[in-house]
């Protein structure tokens, strides 16, 4: 049994694959909300005082992964705003067991509209010089991790506005479902 969410955490937390928009969509829906907003990779380069490129360069995925690791902990337990994880976060199994029982809404892209939102992958380590072929490897690794930590999945193709909008009225009818649920006799 997963343990007790905290009153501190995120109202929503976003996953899904580089380019779904989950940066974007998080900040929209963190304004709707009237709540903060945070990107576990933007937060990672803040402690780091360095790009994810170059934390990549430094230290490898897994000096990166620890970072991120840690990150995503802390926000999970005490951040209450709206939480954008990383593409590769969910590929950690403490941070998958983390994300039960919060409101975790998945983004689906398709590999166009990612490519389109990616270009060549500048910045991106595991994407870089082959975007598009690489896009499509990490996504079917990660698809099954995707799928298992969220509550439910928007499609993210279209205007990323209209996808916020969509993703506040799935958290907004689990919400109601929730208050009902604790409501019958």
């Known amino acids: 049994m997963a343990a007790p969410v905290p009153a501190t955490a995120p109202a929503v937390v976003l996953v899904g694959p580089p380019g779904a928009g989950k940066t974007t969509v998080g ?3 963190a304004a ?8 576990t990779d933007t937060e990672v380069e803040r402690r780091a005082g360095r790009s994810v490129a170059e934390i990549f360069a430094a230290r490898g995925e897994a ?6 690791r840690e990150a995503v902990r802390e926000s999970l337990a005490g951040f209450r705003g709206v939480l954008a994880l990383g593409g590769g976060a969910v590929a950690d199994a403490s941070t998958r067991a983390r994300l ?21 992958g500048a910045g991106r380590p595991l994407l870089a010089d082959a975007a598009g ?12 991790w995707y799928e298992r930590v969220s509550r439910a999945s928007v ?7 209209e996808v916020a909008d ?4 799935v958290v907004s009818a689990a919400d109601r479902a929730a208050d009902g649920e604790g409501r019958s006799a």
Request: avoid cysteine.
């Open 166 to 169: 969509a993703v506040l009225a």
């Open 100 to 120: 039960a029982g919060h409101a975790v809404v998945r983004l689906t892209v398709t590999a166009e509209t990612a490519t389109e939102r990616i270009g060549s």
């Open 133 to 144: 072929a690489r896009w499509q490897a990490l996504v079917a690794a990660r698809e099954p």
């Open 32 to 39: 709707r909300l009237g709540l903060p907003f945070r990107d």
């Open 63 to 68: 000096g990166f992964r620890s970072l991120e």
């Open 155 to 161: 499609a993210a193709d279209g205007p990323l506005a």
């Open 27 to 29: 900040q929209a829906l």
